[in-house]
C-alpha cells in the first residue's frame, strides 16, 4: 500500500530540512511543496522539493529579492 504524509514547515533559510512524521518503508515517491504565507509582499516567493529519502527531504525556497527567506511551506509526500 501508499503511504501519504502532509504538513507545513517555518522556512527560515533558503535549504530547510523537513524529517517525515513516520519513515518510509521504501522509498518516497513522490513530494510536493507550495509557498504559504498570510502577508505577502510584492517579492515573488516559491518553493521546490531537492533530496528525498525515506526519512527526509530537502525544500528550497525562493525570493525574489536579496532579503531572507522567511515563509511557510505546506508539503505533501507519498511513499510505501
Not at 513516520?22 to 507550495?34: D, G, N, S, Y
Not at 515573488?44 to 529579492?65: F, H, P
Request: hydrophobic letters at 40%; charged letters at 15%.
Amino acid at each position: 500500500g501508499f503511504l501519504m504524509q502532509f504538513g507545513r514547515k517555518h522556512m527560515s533559510a533558503t535549504v530547510n530540512i523537513v524529517t517525515f512524521p513516520i519513515a518510509f518503508p521504501t522509498k518516497c515517491i513522490m513530494a510536493v511543496a507550495t509557498a504559504s504565507r498570510h502577508s505577502w509582499t510584492s517579492s515573488a516567493e516559491s518553493c521546490s522539493i531537492d533530496d528525498k529519502t525515506t526519512t527526509q527531504m530537502e525544500v528550497i525556497g525562493y525570493l525574489n529579492n536579496s532579503g531572507g527567506i522567511i515563509m511557510d511551506a505546506d508539503w505533501i509526500a507519498i511513499g510505501n
